[in-house]
Nanobody, 120 residues
Framework: QVNMVQSGGGLVQPGGSLRLSCAAS????????MEWHRQPPGKERELVAA???????KYAPSVQGRFTISRNNAKKEVYLEMNSLKLEDTGVYFC??????????????WGQGIPVTVSS
């Protein structure tokens, strides 16, 4: 079974910082793009940040300059460093990766989701 296992998250005050981690587990032959998405309360899921296998990042305008996505290809992990957090950053955060799960198939693999609450 192939999974993405998330850790981090929690409750933080506005202006604070949090770091999310996500590790691929199971029989994964290769990984390409890795991403972080979030789903604010009552809203649809949205892309927050993405990173290619050769470490090129891109960000949603709402988090540009505050969030940093990174990855460790050897460990098959992706991270999201979140600084200067705002109330509107509250939501459930999901990681995903496009993974080679068998010699001839690729698919998106999602993490379980982890809540981030920004509140005073």
């Amino acid at each position: 079974q192939v999974n993405m296992v998330q850790s981090g998250g929690g409750l933080v005050q506005p202006g604070g910082s949090l770091r999310l981690s996500c590790a691929a587990s199971g029989n994964i032959f290769d990984l390409t793009g890795m991403e972080w998405h979030r789903q604010p309360p009552g809203k649809e899921r949205e892309l927050v940040a993405a990173i290619t296998s050769d470490y090129k990042p891109k960000y949603a305008p709402s988090v540009q300059g505050r969030f940093t996505i990174s990855r460790n290809n050897a460990k098959k992990e992706v991270y999201l460093e979140m600084n200067s957090l705002k109330l509107e950053d509250t939501g459930v955060y999901f990681c995903n990766a496009f993974a080679k799960v068998s010699p001839d198939s690729w698919r998106f693999v999602w993490g379980q989701g982890i809540p981030v609450t920004v509140s005073s």
